[in-house]
């Protein structure tokens, strides 16, 4: 009994010390910027402003924490800080739609990982509740130029409601910009072409009844608000509660679906039942892009860097896909969903103005038009007067993988530490190569 005793007592000690260095490898040493003291001056920068052109060799201002002037020989106020960049680049923060960042911090240790909740109908889940500032991915992705995401939930059927978030923040309240932007509904998928003909039927048994579910959870959300707008006072209901703005049409509906028939079903139901609809992945989107388009229906498109989807595709379909959806009149963000790999949005972005997007459409595709679609566009996006001074400074294209470099970045006017993990280990072992 005795030895008994002493293993499960050794157990729970390195159980404990494996939870602890756990918590310690997924928290971040760099400390938040402080709120801006002073006006800072950007000169002789090439600003892509997004909304009025791109500016060569024109000048920028920024006090307590918004864009206070725009043009040349501006009147600063004293002790303004002047920074020179000649011939750099200054853009507007990236913004990533369709992130799982500080949600999925080590794919293989679960308890690392809070994307989802147990069930299918959870409309109102808050993904920012589970945000996690302290996530050592989130510098790497900075160092790209992202100064804010669309933090989002996983799920099945209704995963719950995304959030906007600042990527320079102490805790969740500080970095939370907009909660709640919209609801997240994962569209059934019809069984694979490589199921075999045995399990196909009861394959598609689980698809209807999986729509079906999908179906009745809406018909109750809908039957619950008419209710509302009868009687106020009516026992709640957290779940439907959660969609009224759905029917009220001040809430997005982002729909996350892939192929051909999914789209299709998203938007007679959007349709059917007149929800503002958003398509998040849209692989299959450039197929319907003309319908898309009538109907007024915004696609998130994150296969930015994917594989033909059928075999007599162009190879390069996915690079494609986002020129054929502009060219089609549809409103088109790029995203990725992901956590770590979302570093890459600046070059899918890039990588699409290589294939009929232009530079200037691409870049409003992961800043003006995310930030109008979650409705933060008043604040985000774009370099306007009045809007925060959350921007960076590049030393070349930021869509270019090789010459980009991101050297200065502000969120609110702060500057913000480049510092991370990857450019810390890039740093030791360049000393070793030296030796």
């Known amino acids: 009994m005795k030895l008994l005793q002493s293993k499960l007592k050794q157990l729970v000690l390195v159980s404990a010390w494996a939870l602890g260095m756990t918590q310690l490898s997924i928290a971040h040493d760099m400390v938040p910027g402080k709120k801006q003291s002073q006006a800072i001056l950007i000169s002789g920068a090439t600003l892509h402003t997004v909304s009025n052109g791109v500016l060569a060799n024109t000048d ?65 889940l808050l993904a920012h509740v589970a945000y996690n500032p302290d996530s050592e991915i989130i510098p790497t992705i900075r160092a790209n130029g992202i100064t804010h995401v669309q933090v989002t939930p996983a799920g099945h059927l209704l995963g719950g409601q995304s959030s906007v978030i600042n990527l320079d923040a102490w805790n969740v309240d500080d970095g939370l910009v907009k909660g709640a932007v919209g609801i997240h509904l994962f569209w059934p998928s019809k069984p694979a072409s490589w199921v075999s003909e045995k399990r196909l039927p009861k394959a598609l048994t ?163 038009t995310p930030a109008q679609l979650m409705g933060v566009d008043k604040i985000l996006g774009s370099l306007e007067v009045g809007k925060s001074a959350s921007l960076i400074i590049s030393q070349g294209d930021v869509l270019d993988y090789q010459g980009h ?9 702060r500057l913000v530490d480049l510092n991370n993990r990857h450019r810390q280990l890039y740093n030791k072992y360049r000393q070793k190569n030296n030796e």
């Open 405 to 413: 470099k991101v050297e200065l970045m502000f969120i609110d006017g």
């Open 206 to 368: 689980r698809y209807q009844d999986r729509l079906t579910r999908m179906y009745d959870y809406f018909e109750q959300s809908k039957r619950y608000y008419n209710a509302y707008q009868a009687d106020k006072h009516i026992a709640k209901d957290v779940r439907w509660h959660a969609m009224l703005g759905l029917w009220q049409g001040d809430k997005t509906l982002y729909v996350h679906a892939t192929e051909i028939t999914e789209i299709e079903q998203a938007m007679r139901f959007a349709q059917q039942q007149t929800i503002k609809l958003v398509i998040v992945g849209g692989n299959d989107a450039w197929m319907v892009a003309k319908q898309l388009a009538e109907q007024d229906v915004a696609v998130v498109y994150t296969n930015a860097f994917g594989l033909p989807e059928r075999g007599d595709e162009d190879i390069d379909q996915a690079f494609k896909s986002p020129a054929m959806l502009h060219q089609a009149g549809v409103t088109l963000a790029i995203g990725y969903e992901s956590a770590w790999d979302s570093r890459s949005l600046a070059f899918a972005a890039g990588m699409a103005s290589s294939y009929g997007l232009s530079k200037e459409q691409a870049l409003r595709a992961i800043t003006l």
């Open 60 to 124: 920028i201002l920024f006090n307590h924490g918004k864009i206070t002037a725009i043009g040349s020989n501006l009147n600063t106020p004293a002790n303004t800080k002047v920074i020179d960049a000649s011939g750099k680049h200054v853009y507007p923060g990236l913004i990533s739609m369709a992130s799982q960042l500080g949600l999925r911090e080590i794919e293989s240790v679960k308890a690392t990982v809070d994307i989802r909740e147990v069930g299918e109908d959870n409309p109102h």
